[in-house]
């Protein structure tokens, strides 16, 4: 916040979730309203790198490239800071909580993010494992994601000596993580 803040660039705390939205007013008449998204947060990871810009909190590093996206976000927040005058519209800087954990996204868009004034497109980047020096984009699904279900299992006790009269849960959850884990991995692409 306070780098944002630094830069000039009016920022907002998203009132029922971590997150926050940073504007770009732009200098020229234009309606169009562009959001910009960034994950921020860490991992329960433990870093053991010693590089210099490892994480100085303990038990909690961006291991999965966190830290490039909030740094690639204030920094392009601060390039069109520079150039507000020569853009027309808005530009909404979103730094979203919770990715990895699901319901930062849904707890953005609850809190208003993408009104007042409404967003007309919006673009993230992930950081992927690719060779150095290379850029790709997608128009559809891009990477996994991740959703979150319940699936309660009724059992009925029994005794070992008769295994016929009970309902085991435990056998019952085993066959339907298998039978999940299988379509997940073998049947169906990753983008689905």
């Not at 971590?18 to 433990?46: F, M, Q, W």
């Not at 730094?95 to 993230?124: H, I, K, R, T, W």
């Not at 150095?132 to 699936?151: E, L, W």
């Amino acid at each position: 916040k306070a780098d944002l803040e630094a830069m000039g660039v009016e920022v907002e705390l998203c009132k029922t979730c971590h997150g926050l939205v940073g504007t770009i007013k732009g200098g020229k008449p234009g309606k169009a309203v562009v959001a910009l998204r960034s994950d921020t947060d860490a991992l329960p990871v433990e870093e053991k790198t010693g590089l210099p810009f490892a994480s100085e909190n303990p038990g909690v590093m961006h291991a999965c490239g966190h830290d490039i996206h909030t740094s690639a976000l204030l920094g392009a927040a601060r390039i069109l800071k520079e150039r507000e005058g020569e853009l027309r519209g808005r530009v909404k800087l979103m730094f979203q909580p919770c990715e990895e954990d699901v319901g930062g996204a849904a707890d953005m868009v609850e809190a208003g993010v993408l009104e007042n004034p409404s967003v007309d497109g919006a673009m993230a980047l992930h950081v992927v494992h690719h060779s150095m020096g290379s850029v790709g984009y997608s128009t559809g699904a891009a990477c996994a994601s991740s959703d979150v279900f319940t699936i309660t299992i009724h059992g009925e006790g029994g005794h070992g000596a008769v295994p016929d009269s009970c309902i085991d849960p435990i056998n019952a959850a085993v066959h339907i993580h298998m039978a999940l884990q299988a379509l997940n991995s073998r049947e169906t692409h990753p983008d689905e």
